[in-house]
């Protein structure tokens, strides 16, 4: 069964940075889309940033060039760096997992994630 387990999440001021760190499957950086989420409380859930087995990403507007997205094969594991952090960026961080190598555009999760983290709490404080 996969698993995947999110760590990282805190509490910050606004400007401050944060890395989040998620487990994912052996060899799934090698062999299918990874990407993170976020939801906020009273809101949908959203795509955040992607990465493709080719290393590619994609990122929502709302955190390009403040957030970046990476990965390291020998462990096994997703991260997201996230400077220059505002308010609006509070939300439950989930990491997801597809079961191909391709992520789709940015958007809502819809069905084309299988495997999900539990989720890391980020806040950031004004």
């Known amino acids: 069964q996969v698993q995947l387990m999110e760590s990282g999440g805190g509490s910050v001021q606004a400007g401050g940075s944060l890395r989040l760190s998620c487990k994912v499957s052996?060899?799934?950086?090698?062999?299918?889309?990874l990407a993170w989420f976020r939801q906020a409380p009273g809101k949908e859930r959203e795509g955040v940033a992607t990465?493709?087995?080719?290393?590619?990403?994609d990122y929502s507007d709302s955190v390009k060039g403040r957030f970046t997205i990476s990965t390291d094969g020998a462990k096994d594991t997703l991260y997201l760096q996230m400077n220059s952090l505002k308010p609006d960026d509070t939300a439950m961080y989930y990491c997801?997992?597809?079961?191909?190598?391709?992520?789709?555009?940015?958007?809502?999760?819809?069905?084309?994630?299988?495997?999900w983290g539990q989720g890391t709490q980020v806040t950031v404080t004004s």
């Open positions: 997801a997992q597809r079961t191909v190598w391709w992520c789709p555009a940015i958007g809502p999760p819809g069905t084309d994630y299988a495997h």
């Open positions: 990465v493709n087995t080719d290393g590619s990403t």
């Open positions: 052996q060899y799934a950086v090698y062999n299918y889309c």
